[in-house]
């Protein structure tokens, strides 16, 4: 407990890492928050993040030799992972409101792809050729293409204020626009919304697309801010505990900036666990599928409570 | 007969084994998904039982050199998450999707886990020995399927032996009767006395049962195993099965060879080396899975009540 404790909250290290892993996670859920608001099963925000990193990097790689400042790299290659994720969840979305193809199957199938795609990559065209026998990597980004540090001596970046600051934007649309009444209404019933004059595919479309870009959107974040190269292990994922953020997040994107750190908390946490107790790496995995299966449970039960009063 | 022709009688008949040997975990998968959406109820989550099945079939074969000991066990191993898929969808009414996403990931927690625990320790050569051929007297001396569909273990003959029961169970039994009832109608199944939930538990138990197998089959003729995800999606390809075959055993069954060739022709290029990069080749069953999907799109009517959880009306 002493470790888990020193890995997350009891040292400024520990906090600064959690934070560090909170901030792509958040990204992811908030889309997936809208997402399954909508009631479309996007699971492939792993899939997503890792094509948002990919376009990231083909653009950084072209720069490698003479960057560009900060100032334009940055936000240039941010907007493009996020159209990379907004791109890679268009086949899906697509495929579901064209022909009704069940989305959490072929989002599975495209994460598959992208991590193929990805581990293609890293050993092909994007490998860094520079050291003979290199790893599986691509070349070191320059510093211009690096999220600006936030707290010194962490590597806590700027990422972490977009973050929180979508988060809030996203409630506001969710909440207090239009669209994200629309897409509430979709999510409880299609079959009213359609009725009351509502264009439930376009909608669907839309939770879609933009879960997708956020999805990218965090995976731009964790390359520019944490990674500063392509790695296999872009595909950690991320993309997956995001699922489980989103839903103990409540599926509410205020909820969802505490859920994420707390599984940044999790995260960070563990490896420090395992690296204390040399208890196994996969523990972080087994209690995400316990606490996805508790919090199905418990939240029959809180329904059931609310009702019952 | 030359020399080449029996040469190629040989290579045919070693890949049409193989294809069945890969074929066979998602074709488990596929029957038991059909068997569990004729009730109305979608598991998503086969993919992980199929993981449960596995990693239980793969610790009993390690440990206790019985392998078929480890298929009982990945049986078993499936029906208890089904159980608790069950709970969740039919008792708790839980959306049936997110039940199966939860059992996906407890069934990919639970394979990690249990590899790092169980076989971290014991350094590189984890290996298990496959299951017997069996090959049947006189049937396997015919040439070409002989030494392949008559020379099979006593699981890839289980697989069509099942095949053939879930087609009985539901065509030709009052289980399956009921179980399409409840799958179209539940409240009129209820009206008439069906238990509605009982019928799914059941459905949803079975299912879950053969999907076990499936895993277990995965890693006992993988005889090795991979500490991830040894399943990499199969349980998802079976699920989309259950599209292509219209919720009809058979097809969803024979559907699931498409992609044991699919297998076969990524690992065949591995081995023969190719202009294809090794990568794209294991992309082949995704992007296979993808295109069926769109060719046999709106093709089929689902049971009607698929994917509702049933809630009896009161008052």
Known sequence: ?309 | MSMAAVLDTAAISGLIASMLELSVPMAFAALGEVLSERGGVINLGTEGVMLVGAISAFSASFFMHSNLLGVVLGALAGALIGLLMAFISITLKQDQILSGLGIYFLGLGLSGFLYEALFSEIGSTIRIEGLLKLPIPLLSQIPVLGSSLFSQDIVEYLSFVMLVVVIFVIGRTTFGLRLRAVGENPSAADTLGVNVARVQYLAVVAGATLAGIGGAYLAISSHAFQAENITAGRGFIAVAMVYFGKWRPARAFFGTFLFGAAYLLGAFFQVVGSFIPYYFLLMIPYVLTLAILVAIARGARQPSALGVPYTRESG
């Open chain 1, 1 to 309: 407990m002493d470790a888990l404790y020193r890995g997350t909250i009891g040292t400024v290290a520990g906090f600064a890492e959690s934070i560090v892993q909170a901030t792509p996670l958040m990204l992811m859920a908030l889309g997936l928050v809208i997402a399954f608001r909508c009631k479309v099963w996007n699971i492939g925000a792993e899939g997503q993040q890792v094509f948002g990193a990919i376009l990231v990097t083909w653009f950084v790689l072209q720069l490698l030799k003479n960057p560009w400042s900060a100032y334009a790299m940055i936000p240039i290659a941010l907007v493009l992972s996020l159209l990379g994720g907004a791109f890679f969840v268009a086949i899906p979305a697509v495929m579901k409101s064209r022909l009704g193809i069940n989305e959490v199957i072929t989002t599975i199938m495209m994460n598959y792809v992208a991590i193929d795609a990805l581990n293609w990559l890293v050993r092909g065209p994007f490998q860094d050729r520079s050291i003979p026998g290199s790893y599986p990597e691509s070349p070191l980004f320059p510093s211009e293409s690096a999220l600006p540090i936030l707290i010194n001596q962490t590597n806590v970046t700027i990422g972490i204020i977009i973050s929180i600051a979508l988060c809030v934007i996203g409630y506001y649309i969710l909440f207090k626009s239009p669209l994200g009444y629309s897409i509430r209404a979709v999510g409880l019933n299609p079959v009213a919304a359609k009725t009351s004059g509502m264009n439930v595919n376009l909608v669907m479309n839309y939770a879609m697309i933009l879960s997708g870009a956020l999805a990218g959107l965090g995976g731009g974040v964790y390359i520019l801010g944490v990674t500063h190269e392509l790695l296999p292990e872009q595909a950690s994922g991320l993309g997956y505990t995001a699922v489980v953020v989103s839903l103990l997040g409540n599926l509410h994107p205020l909820g969802v900036i505490f859920a994420s750190v707390f599984f940044g908390g999790l995260i960070s946490g563990m490896s420090s666990i395992e690296r204390a107790l040399q208890i196994p790496r996969t523990l972080s995995l087994l209690s995400q599928g316990i606490i996805i299966v508790l919090i199905l449970i418990i939240q029959v039960f809180a329904r059931y409570e609310i009702r019952r009063t």
